[in-house]
Nanobody
Framework: QIQLVESGGGVVQTGGSLRLSCAAS????????MAWFRQAPGKEREFVSA????????YYSEAVKGRCTISRDNTKNALYLEINSLKPEDTAVYYC??????????????????????WGQGTQVTVSS
């Protein structure tokens, strides 16, 4: 089991940047692959980015590729997402998620919310135009 708490959201102007953080506790952080998802009002939760257990592998959605960097610090039990060149369409609640599934990346299921068992409560990101 692992507990996740996101922070770092806020209101930012178009073109700005944010760094989201996710603090993990009550579990061995390095045992989990981690990801960020987001959900905008009236829309389904969507995949943003994923990172493997020791950060060997990262994946990004097409919507954020080139503008986002996912990282993790296993010594601090922390996950990060830096988003640059923010757009109004990036407005959403951002969630971090943890998966203990060993074949998450080899199976190609890293973007499936159903394969992540543990979720944080989310942090709101609002991009004003």
């Amino acid at each position: 089991q692992i507990q996740l708490v996101e922070s770092g959201g806020g209101v930012v102007q178009t073109g700005g940047s944010l760094r989201l953080s996710c603090a993990a506790s009550e579990g061995t952080f390095s045992d989990f692959a981690m990801a960020w998802f987001r959900q905008a009002p009236g829309k389904e939760r969507e995949f943003v980015s994923a990172i493997s257990w020791r950060a060997q592998t990262t994946y990004y959605s097409e919507a954020v590729k080139g503008r986002c960097t996912i990282s993790r610090d296993n010594t601090k039990n922390a996950l990060y997402l830096e988003i640059n060149s923010l757009k109004p369409e990036d407005t959403a609640v951002y969630y971090c998620a943890a998966s203990g599934r060993q074949n998450l990346f080899t199976s190609g299921r890293y973007s499936s919310a159903n394969d992540y068992r543990y979720w944080g409560q989310g942090t709101q990101v609002t991009v004003s135009s």
